[in-house]
């Protein structure tokens, strides 16, 4: 017997007609390509979502086309999101920071038709032109402006193709399942893979991050999410604004400390996204500026693990609850988010933040398990002690990649994320490594990611860490550190040593420590270890 309740299916566009219906006076404040500030609503984004719409239809373009962006976090770009994907098109975000011949990889895999930029990649757009024959129309994100034209005398404008068009239009219904966005993994090895979201995944996660024990996104919520609209989807958070009905700030390209700390303060930000690079880069421009950060309730920091240290001064200077969360391309991304639970009211600071510190654990609508190998169907208990290879599924979790007929799921349905991880009985999470980045001494495994965190200890001195494999004539691999250092910092090799001595087994301490410049990183700001391996791991065979 069926269930007597209506049948609606869920649809991007059912967001945005929510948030123009009962959130219609709602802010949502975004920096431009030119640094200047538009203060627009969620009534005003419907609005021209539709007209942009229908400026699509008019280019004849048609449903399950493939509509590129490459454009910072804007109000364009977010009305644009939901006329491309409202109106049955597929919006495929693309990484500006992905080097040119990825980026004519993914455009031509994908079958990009047009192409969205701001001006800020106009050089990268006339550089790889020649190389994309599939792109039909390329669209500035902005009014008419001769520069551009200049540059690329085909371009069209958003602003002039939206003001042509008026909001009379009803947005199509279709089945749930049907594509909606496009995102292609970052590609640290071989080509970029295409994670294909489709309406209904996209609307269970973004009900899944607004929970409560998730993000905890409400209409009181002022929420501006740093990570890019092209890393996976900003986390979800454009989608799950419009169905709560918080206000957005949208930074725009400054994505530095200083602008990052006046939107907070100027907009009184509640909560914001990003990598852990970013809130460095913020915590270090609070301080200068002498900004107390107030308004700031959560921060969510993923992508990387989070170090204890930001925990810490986001707790203890700020009063700002860090939410550390986990999660992949593939996974739309949240994965698991670190909230606590009753039972750890009682405990003291220092025991909460190791709650805080681990990856959190799944939302409904996910599942994880631990497996002995890679692509196994061997499970390993869920005990918290045990370390092996995370799987996960669920609702919003890829089941085969854009263009490949076959599945990316081991044979008994699970996706294997490539990381090596403990869970424990609540089904919290800890991320040892990548499967790839593990370090095997004498038979024995070693954390690259236990030891970064230890160097990042040193906060006064040490920016970024990496920690890698380097060949050994006795065994096999031995930890070295790679680290960069704050321009005045005076720290020694000798001790940081002595450091590690304190924090781990003698086997597992770094056999070398170098002090580098700069740390390659990849475009979303993961650091490229393929790179630093193979600059650095014969060193240990040459000494
Ligand atoms: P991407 O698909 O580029 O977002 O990369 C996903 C990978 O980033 C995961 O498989 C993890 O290895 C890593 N990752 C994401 N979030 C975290 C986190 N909070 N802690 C540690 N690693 C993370």
């Known amino acids: 017997m069926q269930g007597r309740m209506m049948f609606q299916p869920l649809l991007i566009s059912s967001f945005i007609e929510h948030a123009a219906q009962y959130h219609s006076d709602t802010a949502v404040i975004s920096k431009n390509t030119d640094l200047s500030m538009t203060h627009t609503t969620w009534s005003k984004v419907a609005n021209n979502a539709k007209r942009f719409a229908k400026a699509l239809n008019s280019l004849g373009l048609q449903a399950h086309h493939r509509i590129a962006t490459i454009a910072w976090n804007n109000h364009r770009h977010l009305e644009a999101w939901y006329a491309i994907s409202g109106n049955q098109m597929i919006c495929h975000t693309i990484n500006p920071r992905l080097f040119p011949e990825q980026l004519i990889f993914i455009i031509n895999d994908a079958q990009d038709r047009v192409i969205l930029f701001d001006k800020t990649f106009l050089p990268l757009i006339v550089a790889v032109k020649a190389h994309i024959p599939l792109v039909e129309h390329f669209i500035c994100l902005s009014d008419y402006d001769t520069d551009v034209i200049e540059a690329l005398p085909e371009a069209q404008f958003y602003d002039v193709l939206v003001t042509k068009q008026n909001s009379e239009f009803n947005w199509p219904i279709f089945d749930e399942t049907t594509a909606s966005s496009l995102c292609y993994t970052s590609g640290t090895t071989g080509n970029p893979k295409g994670a294909l979201y489709s309406h209904r995944s996209t609307a269970l996660h973004s009900m899944a991050i607004a929970l409560p024990d998730s993000m905890g996104l409400s209409a009181k919520d002022v929420m501006m999410p740093v990570v890019p609209m092209f890393h996976v989807n900003a986390w979800g958070t454009p989608y799950a604004a419009a169905m709560v009905g918080s206000t957005l700030v949208l930074p725009g390209p400054g994505l530095d400390g200083t602008s990052l700390v006046n939107l907070i303060d100027q907009y009184q ?87 805080r ?52 799921l081991t044979i008994d349905g699970w996706f294997d994320t490539g990381d090596i991880a403990t869970v424990d009985m609540d089904g919290y999470l800890r991320i040892s490594d990548r499967a790839k980045d593990l370090i095997k001494s004498g038979g024995e495994w070693i954390s690259s990611v236990e030891l970064e965190n230890i160097a990042l200890d040193f906060t006064n001195d040490i920016s970024m860490a990496a920690v890698i494999a380097a060949k050994h004539p006795k065994w096999d691999e031995r930890p070295i550190l790679i680290a960069v250092k704050h321009a005045e910092s005076q720290l020694t090799e000798a001790e940081i040593l002595e450091y590690y001595a304190k924090k781990v087994a003698k086997w597992q301490i770094p056999d070398e420590v170098i002090f580098v410049q700069s740390i390659p990183l990849n475009g979303t700001g993961k650091i490229l270890k393929k790179e630093l391996r193979e600059q650095f791991e014969h060193i240990l065979l040459e000494e």
Not at 269 to 282: E, F, H, K, M
Not at 323 to 347: D, R
Not at 365 to 374: A, H, I, K, M, N
Request: aromatic residues 6%; hydrophobic residues 35%.
């Open 269 to 355: 930000v509640s909560i914001a996204l990003g990598v852990p690079t970013i809130w460095q880069g913020l915590l270090t421009a609070a301080k200068n500026m002498g900004s107390q950060l107030s308004s700031m309730k959560r921060n969510v920091v993923g992508g990387s693990a989070c170090p204890a240290s930001m925990i810490h001064t986001f707790k203890d200077v700020y009063n700002c609850d860090t939410i550390h969360a986990w999660g992949m391309t593939e996974t739309s991304p949240l994965g698991t988010a670190a909230q606590l639970k009753t039972k750890h009211l009682g405990l003291s600071q220092e025991e909460q933040t190791y709650v």
């Open 357 to 408: 510190l681990s990856q959190g654990r799944p939302p409904f609508g996910v599942s994880l398990r631990l497996c002995d190998q890679e692509q196994g169907t061997n499970t390993i208990p869920s005990d918290g002690k045990q370390t092996g290879n995370l799987q996960i599924k669920g609702h919003w979790i890829i089941d085969s990649y854009f263009g490949k007929d076959q599945s990316a």
